[in-house]
């Protein structure tokens, strides 16, 4: 298979699964169609990840010796979803329902892409620190918005989420690969209207917590209103953490719910 056919079949098997998930989703579809993107190891937003990221940040040879690709993938939720998360207060149960189900899915998908990449002739794995949440750090060693974003995905909003083709309303994951495909470039236009001509800054002004500002955003701020959300949401998992840290679901929202970037680029 060429490098073309060989990325496209990919974008296709990591579709199928998808949609073949949502299929099985009670009492309905959670997620809409996935984008996926290409991420090369060597670009200097990858290799510039412990200075933007995090000095502890793994980087994907890390992962693997002979990383060539970081492949990701955004899967949108539905709109609902986000139309209905989008009132003051806390986020919805269905908001944090469909956060569990679909890290819950992400692990099967990968082990999927895995299996066929590897009856392609090449490697993928999973990096370790995607499962991990460092609470007194407030932060991942593992940013898949970063690498979205040189996977040309979308690009950073003033919400620090990912503005991706399909909003920012969604979830990212993936894995480091040797896979032989080209890569694909960072997108040069600001999705986020505010720092393309500062025409919005909405999620500045609903964020509960006051985490969002125009020069900077605030993550312990962010998290604190997160874990007032996990109080309430119990019983439908908690992605980050096992046992007595298993807390309820770590979530929020409202700066991605019901904003001009939510369902798709403004």
């Not at 990325?7 to 296709?12: A, D, N, T, V, Y």
């Not at 082990?111 to 066929?116: D, T, W």
Request: glycine content about 6%; hydrophobic content about 35%.
């Amino acid at each position: 298979m060429n490098m073309k056919n060989l990325k496209q079949f990919i974008i296709q098997e990591t579709i199928r699964f998808v949609e073949t998930a949502n299929r099985a989703a009670v009492p309905e579809k959670i997620w809409k169609t996935p984008l996926v993107g290409f991420a090369d190891v060597r670009h200097p937003a990858i290799r510039n990840l412990k200075q933007t990221a995090g000095e502890h940040h793994q980087m994907p040879e890390d992962v693997m010796e002979d990383a060539v690709i970081v492949l990701v993938y955004f899967v949108p939720f539905q709109d609902f979803l986000s139309k209905e998360n989008k009132d003051k207060g806390l986020a919805t149960k269905d908001w944090a329902q469909a956060y569990e189900t679909t890290n819950a899915m992400f692990s099967k998908l990968n082990q999927h892409l895995i299996r066929v990449i590897e009856e392609q002739g090449f490697s993928a794995k999973e990096s370790p620190e995607a499962r991990i949440f460092y609470r007194d750090e407030v932060i991942s060693h593992w940013s898949f918005r970063h690498f979205a974003y040189t996977a040309g995905l979308g690009t950073f909003g003033l919400n620090n989420m990912l503005i991706t083709e399909q909003g920012c309303a969604g979830r990212i994951n993936g894995l480091v690969t040797n896979l032989r495909v080209s890569p694909d470039q960072p997108q040069q236009e600001e999705a986020c209207l505010f720092k393309r001509n500062g025409s919005c800054g909405l999620c500045l002004q609903v964020c509960p917590a006051k985490a969002i500002t125009e020069q900077a955003y605030d993550r312990r701020k962010c998290y604190a209103q997160c874990l007032k959300n996990a109080e309430v949401h119990t019983g439908l998992g908690s992605s980050y953490s096992q046992g007595n840290e298993a807390i309820g679901s770590e979530v929020c929202g409202k700066c991605v719910a019901g904003m001009p970037c939510a369902l798709k680029r403004p």
